[in-house]
């Protein structure tokens, strides 16, 4: 294998000044998989003080001591080897310990495919990672109970990375995640959530669907996810929709991981549609064009087709589309107030009408619907 030429330079840079470093993490992982990493992280001898000396540029990210050096090329996270303290609270070591050797690091990582590493010129294996990589197996760097206790989120890891890289569980590892899944109460909401938005963006979310019983909160998730685009409001509400699950419960579960209000109303959004029959004119009326697919994506992909010819034939579903605007109405003695509804109120009647498209007939609605009301 190989890396990019110049995340190879960065390391004979410490090689040159006396230091250890090895490229290791997701970036050997993947690039042994014949996959193109989407970052590089190296693990070094050399302490932050001296990582910053070594560098143009740096910049220091996280509170551990990790370095970040920017390079005209890209960036690679350094950090020092380190072994982390106890984790009292199931969630950040309490400190880290610098000084410690390559070994000690590689103990502390969560997975054996994920403790590889690379010293640019050959593969240093130290947990048998490669054999696991080799047989597409998760399995945790040491005894998985402690692991898992040690940090609950490697529980969210676990699947999400089988997920990712279409991998099965080790027996040992996942009846041991199983087991500490309640401690994933303990964990910060938005952590959890973040997990979940990466793992429901793989290829095939369905493999990792074992992590959300174990949620608090959770629930037997049902069906495939991976027949919908990485779209994630299409992937939500699919898990959702194929699980059975509503709106209201939907909407209280996305919230208490405190997913941001567009994944949660455009989330609602998806699941309304869903629960109703609708044709394709009043779907994007109601819910507008991104709604719309996502609902047939999930429902009924073979009329993704009748949406574009809906689309391309110019015909109105939004009030963009009408042959009067919000000023024409005002001058038909609309009161402002009543613009937006008559405007809706008047799409939706060229919905199943578009030949009521044109002005003079608009007007004409106007003062009809205006002759109603004052009677
Ligand atoms: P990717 O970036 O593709 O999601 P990755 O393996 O690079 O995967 P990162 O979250 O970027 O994952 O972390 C980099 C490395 O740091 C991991 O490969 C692993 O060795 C270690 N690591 C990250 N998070 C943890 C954790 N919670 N417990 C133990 N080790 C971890
Ligand atoms: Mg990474």
Known sequence: MRLEKWVESVLRRFHRHGFEA???????????????PHDYDITTSALPREIRAL?????????FGTVCVILPQGRVEVTTFRADGSYEDHRHPDKVRFGVSLAEDVRRR???VNALCWDGDRVIDLVDGQKDLR?????TVGDPRQRFAEDPL???????????????VDPETESAARRAAPLLAGIGAPRIGDELDKLLLTPRPESGRAVFPLLPGGFAAKGTLSDLPPDLICRWAGLFFRAGKDEAPAVS?????????RIVYGTRDVLRGL????DIGHLLWKYGRETTERILHIKDPARLDELRAFLSSGRCWRPEDLALNGF??????????QIGETLSRLTEHVLSHPEDNTPERLRQLIKERQNEKDQ
Do not use: W
Request: hydrophobic residues 40%.
């Open 275 to 278: 629960a109703r029959e609708d």
């Open 154 to 168: 490697r529980i969210l890891r676990l699947y999400r990375f089988a997920a990712q890289l279409d991998f099965t």
């Open 253 to 261: 579960f996305l919230r208490g991981l405190h997913r941001s209000n």
């Open 135 to 139: 047989d597409s197996v998760m399995r």
């Open 110 to 112: 969560d997975f054996t």
């Open 328 to 337: 024409d109405l005002l001058s038909a003695g609309v009161p402002p107030k």
């Open 22 to 36: 090895y490229a290791v993490g997701g970036c050997v992982r993947d690039a042994l998989l014949g996959r193109t």
């Open 55 to 63: 560098f143009e540029e740096t910049v220091d990210i996280g509170g």
